[in-house]
């Protein structure tokens, strides 16, 4: 998409025999990695012999997998969970959450998959293939599996709202495309049309609640209706806020001791990093029990570097022990992990690394929370451990989305297939098979309209705030303008078809009198398969301008 020469670029070493990949890639600057803790292309022609290419596919597309694991994992039990602790903190009002904290939080790996796939010119692909891709795939199959499972009337002021939003983010992005370059004025002008959004959505939740308000006068028993924050379901968990919280505490009074019982510091600290839970392991079927077994390491490491706050629970999950830690893991994490370790090896003044420095610090910090706090109640400033744990999760989940716009840059260039498929299909299912399974149980529980709410809502976010932070970083970096250059005719496919499945939605809904049914569903879904089939033909050569 950026520009650069075609006379180095890395994706023509197929075009050379075996034997002359490995030195193509070392004296191509094209090959040279410069986010990522590891250089996939030299480790599929340098360090692995040629014969073996199908095995280094099979264990990159399964280290592939073990990432979006980490993507989601880091996303759903400790970015969103941390971001609503804020906002509870901030006292801000659910819709301000919802479309800030909250849409940050269940954007988070599209958000920042982009980013680190547009700041670098080859693999800019990545990124217009999976905001666009993701797009198409959330307002189609997810929307249409949830018309499936639970046809229903969706709201019209809202649903047409987040529509004609997200239509004219595509056409905005459409036309930067198009002219090949954005500005720092129209970049900040491109994020803006979120904050227009985001103040259309107060301001029309004022008024219908006033309006409501004045029709429902004097009826105090209104029926709330939960919430449901984090795009990404968490496996092993009920969706969050479908149980009433009455039905909870009688469910979890039935395990609670009969006699006062208090935990060893030791006991506090082993089952803080037990992410089993025993009662939900007995109910399980087998299918969730191999899923589990296979996160549970990822899952440890997590809860061992990555404080969490609760404000549901009545000690907000204060765990003096492991919080203490948490002030020597976590800073020790950013060092190592930020910018692909960039800052591990930095000495100060030539003599001492400034991870030695972050774990003195660390152990300094622990050391006085463990011996001023008890096991019992959470001191007044455990708040700033749910902050913590936000800048922690946001820096795992940069790297890991780093890592994964490197590894799919490398399975491209040995499948000789372009980045922006890639991005359409790999990277856009990836990161959003989340928000296909979470909106489908949504459904399935009986709240359809908080489920196409979140088809539309997050995704309007995620394309604003993916392209214009990346192409921020890019000026901050390069000191210019950025400019871009077509990626062919699957670009304008890719664009095309999201403008037209969103103008069809537009018309056909409110033909429908906006009830979306099992036909709307099986539209939505043909849309899709038509869509990935010309894509593919596209890519493949049998589709041409």
């Not at 008024?207 to 924050?229: A, C, D, L, M, W």
């Not at 092993?236 to 039935?254: A, H, K, M, N, R």
């Not at 009545?314 to 960039?342: M, Y």
Request: a negative charge.
């Amino acid at each position: 998409m950026m520009s650069e020469s075609s006379s180095d670029a890395c994706d023509l070493v197929m075009n050379y025999s075996a034997p002359e990949r490995c030195a193509f890639v070392k004296r191509t600057p094209d090959c040279s990695v410069a986010d990522g803790f590891i250089n996939y292309l030299k480790l599929a022609f340098c360090l692995l012999p040629p014969n073996l290419t199908p095995l280094t596919i099979t264990l990159c597309i399964i280290w592939l997998l073990v990432l979006f694991f980490i993507l989601g994992l880091a996303a759903s039990k400790f970015f969103c969970p941390n971001l609503s602790a804020i906002s509870s903190t901030l006292h801000l009002s659910h819709n301000v959450a919802g479309v800030t904290f909250l849409a940050l939080g269940n954007g988070a790996p599209d958000i920042f998959s982009a980013i680190a796939a547009i700041s670098h010119p080859h693999t800019a692909g990545l990124a217009v293939g999976a905001l666009f891709g993701a797009g198409i795939f959330v307002t189609t199959v997810v929307a249409g599996s949830v018309s499936l499972v639970k046809p229903f009337p969706v709201a019209s002021r809202p649903f047409l709202r987040d529509v004609v939003f997200y239509m004219i983010a595509v056409f905005w992005t459409f036309l930067i495309l198009y002219r090949g370059s954005t500005t720092l004025g129209e970049t900040l002008g491109y994020m803006g049309l979120y904050v227009v959004y985001v103040l259309t959505v107060i301001i029309s939740t004022y008024i219908y609640n006033r309006q409501k308000g004045s029709v429902t006068n004097g009826v105090q028993n209104v029926p709330h209706i939960p919430e449901f924050n984090s795009s990404y379901s968490s496996d092993e968990d009920d969706v969050p806020g479908l149980i009433d919280g009455t039905v909870q505490q009688e469910y979890e009074s039935e395990y609670s001791p009969l006699l006062p019982y208090c935990e060893s510091t030791s006991e506090i600290l082993l089952s803080s990093l037990n992410p089993v839970d025993n009662r939900k392991w007995r109910r399980k079927p087998w299918t969730w029990k191999v899923l589990k077994v296979v996160k549970t390491p990822l899952e440890v490491l997590l809860l061992f570097c990555v404080p969490v706050v609760d404000p549901d629970k009545e000690d907000k999950n204060w765990k003096r022990p492991l919080n203490s830690l948490h002030l020597i893991t976590s800073p020790l994490l950013c060092v190592l992990v930020f910018q692909s370790g960039a800052y591990g090896d930095l000495m100060i003044q030539g003599e001492l690394p400034v991870w030695l420095l972050t774990l003195l610090l660390g152990m300094f910090l622990a050391a006085i929370v463990f011996c001023n706090t008890t096991n019992d109640h959470p001191p007044k400033y455990h708040p700033l451990f749910a902050l913590l744990g936000f800048v922690v999760s946001a820096v795992l989940i940069s790297a890991a989305a780093s890592e994964v716009v490197s590894l799919l840059h490398m399975l491209g260039v040995v499948l000789s297939l372009s980045n922006t498929v890639l991005g359409l299909t790999l990277l856009a299912w990836g990161n959003s098979i989340g928000d296909c399974f979470s909106d489908i149980t949504i459904a399935q529980q009986g709240y359809p309209r908080m489920a196409i709410a979140a088809c539309f809502g997050g995704i309007i976010f995620n394309m604003l705030f993916g392209v214009g932070l990346g192409c921020l970083v890019q000026m901050c970096t390069t000191h210019s303008f950025v400019q871009f250059e077509s990626q062919g005719l699957l670009t304008w496919i890719l664009a095309g078809s999201l403008g037209l499945s969103l103008v069809l939605s537009f018309i056909i809904v409110p033909l429908s009198q906006f009830h979306l049914g099992r036909s709307y569903g099986i539209f939505l879904l043909i849309f899709y398969s038509i869509f990935l089939v010309i894509a593919l033909l596209t890519e493949f050569g049998k589709i041409h301008s």
